[in-house]
């Protein structure tokens, strides 16, 4: 699929190389990832979808570097991810605020590790609650959000520290289908505002596709790349391109690819 | 009634609410005129009771006298010193047993050995090591409040939500600053329960420390209001420690629910 001779010109801003990723797990060893490669390119939004178990959120947490991979290199802007960096910013489905915090205090809380002054701390935490549109509860407690609003909350947090990159893993997979639309809808205004690379993994292909320049379905064991699909639709994207035949068509491929590989065997969760 | 009147003008179910309370508190005051009348009943009877005027003129006396104050200050003064020496040496041994597995390899033998010992028994030992002055009876207090308070300290550590700490190190945060701005705050509401157990704990380990061996203290009054078969004394003493203890859960369990107010299911 992504061969290094399907990239584009310019030098990608992320770049898995063959990584692998095998868990010890008994006498047979569990295959996460079975040598997975993938350029992405800077300000690219790229989607990975694909069943349970087919290792997408294990490549996600790689570049995170929330974990090693057992082979292979995923290099970020040429280098080698060795661990967690502020140039990579992480959204997590369960949301994962700190719950004795405050909407404000969250967002301040990457920039006060980074040690940025309180003035510019207010301030830049302003801009980015105002930007996810949490202004009336930015002294909010998370315990008295939505889950919408929480999610929101962790998207400001996370563009706060100013990354390049923001891996999202199942962002919206926790809320309900009304939520989600709205959320995807303000997610990719607030990325046309905010340009960054986006990794966003989900099992829902019409979020999928709504999102992406390019859709990554990925197949398990052993979990690999299963199909790449470019997504020509411009953006902006509303309510009218989730109705079109062409935004149809391309669901459709994308659904196929991910559910043509119902023949494998379930993977045990 | 003005409670039901204000319920009814709210919607929903929202009224059921203080009504409920009031319902309670009627109960529970119910319960607690029937209790003392019960007890008065009981000593009219022929029972070998103090009625309840006895007791209270017993404590009016006591008050008057000053040994009131000072056995309640002398139990005070050693329950608090234990305990606030004890929370401070579990949560420091809680949170090293949690952050640091060789430190958990090496504590938890002994804790959960001594865990199974009354700190009572550790008595005679402790007077013999250290004489009948103060230090055996805080040191004994010290021990008890300690072991209720450091497991569950050690267990709020290592209960801390992993997706917590990832989100923390995502956004750039060291392991100084991951425990210090995300371990300490969320294992505070396990801390604050093993400091109320541990409160319970050192509460009565107290009084049976003084009963056996102290010149002051309401364990001790009590003690020596049994061999002049002082019953209005031992009923002071009695309710003074239940009275206590209770005020200081009330006031712990206040302050534990200030500090934890941002958890989500409470």
Not at chain 1, 26 to 38: D, T, Y
Request: charged share 20%; proline share 6%; glycine share 10%.
């Amino acid at each position: 699929m992504s061969t290094p001779e399907s990239t584009r010109e310019i030098a990608p801003k992320i770049s898995v190389r063959d990584v692998q990723k095998v868990f010890p797990v008994g006498k047979e060893p569990f295959v996460a990832l079975g040598g997975v490669s993938l350029d992405i390119a800077d300000n690219e939004f790229v989607t990975v979808v694909g069943p349970s178990g087919c290792g997408k959120s294990t490549l996600l947490n790689i570049l995170a570097g929330l974990e090693q991979p057992t082979g292979g290199t995923a290099l970020v802007d040429g280098k080698p991810v060795t661990g967690p960096g502020p140039e990579r910013g992480v959204i997590f489905q369960q949301y994962a605020l700190f719950p004795w915090l405050t909407v404000r205090e969250n967002v301040e809380f990457g920039m006060r590790t980074a040690k940025v002054p309180k003035a510019e701390r207010r301030e830049r935490a302003e801009h980015f609650i105002r930007l996810v549109g949490l202004e009336q509860f930015a002294d909010a407690l998370p315990k008295t959000l939505s889950g919408g609003m929480k999610q929101r909350c962790a998207i400001a947090r996370a563009y706060a520290v100013n990354p390049s990159i923001l891996l999202m893993d199942e962002p919206f997979g926790a809320l309900d289908a009304l939520t989600r639309v709205r959320l995807q809808e303000q997610l990719l205004e607030t990325w046309s505002k905010e340009r960054r690379t986006v990794m966003f993994i989900t099992h829902d292909v019409d979020e999928a596709v709504f999102l992406a320049n390019r859709v990554v379905v990925m197949a398990a064991r052993p979990g690999r790349i299963a199909e790449v699909i470019d997504v020509d639709l411009p953006y902006p994207r509303d309510e009218d391109m989730r109705l079109s035949p062409e935004f149809g068509a391309l669901r459709n491929r994308v659904w196929h690819a991910v559910y043509h590989q119902r023949q494998i065997k379930e993977p045990a969760q | 009634m003005a409670v039901t009147s204000a319920g009814a003008t709210r919607d929903g179910n929202a009224p059921a609410r203080p009504r409920k309370n009031r319902t309670f508190l009627v109960l529970n005051i119910i319960s607690i005129v029937a209790g003392i009348a019960i007890w008065w009943g009981l000593s009219l009877a022929g029972l070998q009771f103090p009625t309840p005027v006895e007791v209270v003129s017993a404590a009016w006396k006591m008050t008057l006298d000053g040994t009131l104050a000072t056995d309640v200050g002398a139990s005070l003064g050693r329950v608090l010193a234990g305990f606030a020496l004890g929370s401070v040496a579990a949560v420091i041994v809680g949170f090293v047993m949690g952050w640091y597995t060789v430190a958990r390899g090496l504590f938890e033998p002994w804790i959960q050995f001594f865990r199974t010992i009354p700190p009572l028994a550790m008595l005679p030992l402790v007077l013999v090591l250290m004489g009948i002055g103060e230090s055996p009876k805080i040191f004994v207090i010290f021990l008890a409040a300690f072991l209720s308070c450091v497991i569950s300290t050690y267990q709020g550590v290592v209960n801390v939500d992993k997706t917590l700490i990832n989100a923390a190190r995502v956004l750039g945060a060291s392991d100084g600053t991951i425990f210090g701005r995300v371990v300490v705050p969320a294992s505070t509401p396990f801390i604050l329960v093993g400091m109320r157990v541990g409160l319970g704990s050192a509460w009565g380990t107290l009084v049976a420390a003084e009963l056996l061996a102290a010149q002051a203290g309401l364990g001790h009054r009590m003690q020596s209001a049994q061999l002049y078969y002082d019953l209005p004394t031992i009923f002071v003493g009695i309710i003074a420690i239940g009275v206590l203890g209770l005020i200081m859960d009330r006031l712990l369990m206040i302050a534990g629910n200030k500090l934890t107010a941002w958890q989500e299911n409470r």
